[in-house]
């Protein structure tokens, strides 16, 4: 089975890399979750981003605040597809110091990268990515994104009668 692995900087991401684990946990994906700072634990970085691989895992999700290292240098390391989460910190300014870390990585070390605290659409992309594989996943997707469709859908009819 494929997983995607979700880390994180510290445990002040959690409640925002949660959309992330309650979304692939709704697509069945097996998840591997840990906090990973790539300022304060430089070791454990760099065993992570050569060896998730060996693990299984398919996908890494990397949220990270501030200067926002984290998702950078696991793709730095890895050969897997990384999504990075810009998460909007205390320190942060706005939100914008992490997601411009994260979005402007040099050529040749692409990181996917969401909306600041996007960590839902992180996981449906991690999920979007692994169903090129994996039928059973595809056809969880597909529901979803009908269900996405249908909540619309509902929501334009009660409009139009006034509701």
Known sequence: MSKVGIIMG????MPV????IDILKGFDIEIEVDIVSAHRTPDKLFDYGKHAHERGIKVIIAGAGGAAHLPG???SLSPLPVIGV???SSNSIDGWDSILSILQMPGGVPVATVALNGAKNAG???????STA???VLDK???????LKLK????????RSGQ
């Open 86 to 88: 810009p998460v909007k």
């Open 10 to 13: 510290s445990t002040s991401d």
């Open 134 to 136: 994996d039928k059973c």
């Open 124 to 130: 449906i992309l991690a999920a979007q990515i692994i």
């Open 141 to 147: 997707v597909i529901a979803y994104k009908e269900g």
């Open 152 to 159: 619309v859908e509902e929501g334009a009819k009660k409009v």
């Open 73 to 75: 240098m696991i793709a």
């Open 17 to 20: 890399m949660q959309d992330a």
